[in-house]
T-cell receptor, first 110, second 112 residues
Framework: KNEVEQSPQNLTAQEGEFITINCSYS?????LHWLQQHPGGGIVSLFM???GKKKHGRLIATINIQEKHSSLHITASHPRDSAVYIC????????????FGKGTLLTVNP | SQTIHQWPATLVQPVGSPLSLECTVE??????LYWYRQAAGRGLQLLFY??????ISSEVPQNLSASRPQDRQFILSSKKLLLSDSGFYLC???????????FGPGTRLTVT
C-alpha cells in the first residue's frame, strides 16, 4: 500500500509570499493529484501530473518520479488561497484508485 | 462538464438508526464512482468504488454498504449507525474511466 506524506501539516504566510507544499510517496504511481479543500468541505482538483511540471495561474506543480516527490508552489499568495491542500497518488487501470495524504492547512494573512 | 450531486449537506442521526446517502452524476455516462470518508483530523479514506451498475468494491471492512442501482446513481447505506461512522462523506466520479476525479459537495454526518 502506498504511503503518502505531506509537509508541512500547517503553514501560515503573509500575503504575497511564495509558498511550497511537499508530498512524498512510497510506491510507484500512475499519476499524482493536488486537490484543494475549502473550509466548507468542497474539494476541487488542481492538478493531475505524471511527469515534469504544470502551471495554472499562480499555482505550479512539479513531480520527480525517481525521487517519488512532488511540490505544489503558490506564487504571490493571497488570503483567498487559504484552504487545505491535499496530495493524492493514483494507481490502477480501469480500477483507478487514489491514496491521500493528510493535507496541509494553509492560512494566508493580509 | 461533469457535476456530482450529493444530499443532504448535513445530517444528525442517533446511534442505531439507518443511513442512506445519495450521489448522482450529471454530464457523463458510465463513470467510475467513489465514496470517501474524512474523519476529524484524518485524511480522505476510500470506502467503496464502482466501475458499473451493480458492481461494488469495498476497500475497508466496516458498518457501511454501497449500491449502484443506475449508471449515474451511487448510494451509501447503513442498517445501524455507530458513533464511529461520524465524518464527512464525499462522493466522486471519474468520467470515461479517466483518472481525474470530480467531487461532490459532501455530507457532514454526526452520529449522536
Amino acid at each position: 500500500k502506498n504511503e503518502v506524506e505531506q509537509s508541512p501539516q500547517n503553514l501560515t504566510a503573509q500575503e504575497g509570499e511564495f509558498i511550497t507544499i511537499n508530498c512524498s510517496y512510497s510506491v510507484g504511481i500512475s499519476a499524482l493529484h493536488w486537490l484543494q479543500q475549502h473550509p466548507g468541505g468542497g474539494i476541487v482538483s488542481l492538478f493531475m501530473l505524471s511527469s515534469g511540471k504544470k502551471k495554472h495561474g499562480r499555482l505550479i506543480a512539479t513531480i520527480n518520479i525517481q525521487e517519488k516527490h512532488s511540490s505544489l508552489h503558490i506564487t504571490a499568495s493571497h488570503p483567498r488561497d487559504s484552504a487545505v491542500y491535499i496530495c493524492a497518488v493514483g494507481n490502477g487501470g480501469s480500477n483507478y484508485k487514489l491514496t491521500f495524504g493528510k493535507g496541509t492547512l494553509l492560512t494566508v494573512n493580509p | 462538464s461533469q457535476t456530482i450531486h450529493q444530499w443532504p449537506a448535513t445530517l444528525v442521526q442517533p446511534v442505531g438508526s439507518p443511513l442512506s446517502l445519495e450521489c448522482t452524476v450529471e454530464g457523463t455516462s458510465n463513470p467510475n464512482l467513489y465514496w470517501y470518508r474524512q474523519a476529524a483530523g484524518r485524511g480522505l479514506q476510500l470506502l467503496f468504488y464502482s466501475v458499473g451498475i451493480g458492481q461494488i468494491s469495498s476497500e475497508v471492512p466496516q458498518n457501511l454498504s454501497a449500491s449502484r442501482p443506475q449508471d449515474r446513481q451511487f448510494i451509501l447505506s447503513s442498517k445501524k449507525l455507530l458513533l464511529s461512522d461520524s465524518g464527512f462523506y464525499l462522493c466522486a466520479g471519474a468520467r470515461d474511466r479517466g483518472r481525474e476525479q470530480y467531487f461532490g459537495p459532501g455530507t457532514r454526518l454526526t452520529v449522536t
